[in-house]
């Protein structure tokens, strides 16, 4: 699918990853682009549209689709990070973050896979991680939601193949934004993903591996879980 000319909407699109989209998109020459963000204040970028959206929110959800109904480009980046452990953390955050990170992109892509389809199919982009593969000790609610959406985008191609529509995932590790600021460990850089994720959507391409360490871990995916994890523990040490 051509980007220049297009109408996308990028959700969490005031910082980070999804600001980068927001840059990138313009460069292609967008037509269009919805900047949706819990704050619509905090969208800084000029030339595109603000939209108030939180995605846990079903009635923001549907007006944002109604009022977006020109939409042909989808890209589902808005997403939290709680450090929660599933069994020891607060079952209220973990419900925050799966609420956030798995059902947000599923009511997105709901509310917008017929406005695709009225547009000529058009794509879906879900921002995952490589935590969707594995898990460590206080990243078990992060690692969960983003597994779920993992099999979302996987779901989502095959429900909406016969309508056109065209779905990626991306995946990546540490990624140089304020959600990773206090970790140690490479970075990449947010406008080199948010390129690649674009790059897939032009392309045709269904799945971004967006650093070494997410082709290292799906690299393993195969291996007994004992071997697995050993083989990514003795990475991270």
């Known amino acids: ?79 939290i990070s709680t450090g929660t452990s599933l069994m020891t953390g607060d079952e209220t955050t973990i419900r925050r973050e799966m609420d956030t990170n798995f059902y947000g992109p599923l009511q997105m892509s709901r509310a917008f896979a017929p406005v695709l389809a009225s547009n000529g199919g058009g794509a879906i982009l879900n921002v995952i991680s490589a935590l969707s593969w594995f898990t460590a000790p206080g990243s078990g609610a992060y690692a969960a939601s983003k597994a779920a959406a993992w099999m979302l985008t996987d779901s989502t191609r095959l429900e909406l193949a016969s309508q056109g529509t065209h779905v990626v995932g991306v995946h990546m590790g540490l990624v140089d934004t304020d959600m990773v600021k206090g970790m140690e460990g490479a970075k990449i850089d947010p406008a080199d993903l948010a390129g690649a994720g674009l790059d897939a959507i032009e392309s045709g391409a269904q799945e971004v591996l967006g650093d070494d360490w ?10 007994d879980p004992k071997e697995r994890y050993g083989q990514i523990f003795a990475a991270l040490a």
């Open 1 to 79: 699918m051509e980007l220049n000319g297009a109408v996308v909407l990028v959700t969490g699109a005031n910082r980070g990853i999804g600001a980068e989209f927001v840059k990138q998109l313009k460069k292609r020459g967008a037509a269009k682009i919805y900047a949706a963000a819990r704050d619509a204040s905090a969208v800084e970028a000029d030339g595109v549209e603000p939209i108030e959206l939180d995605i846990t929110n079903a009635g923001q959800i549907e007006a944002a689709a109604r009022a977006a109904g020109d939409v042909q480009i989808l890209i589902n980046n808005a997403g």
């Open 214 to 223: 997410t082709k290292f871990v799906k690299s393993g995916l195969p291996l």
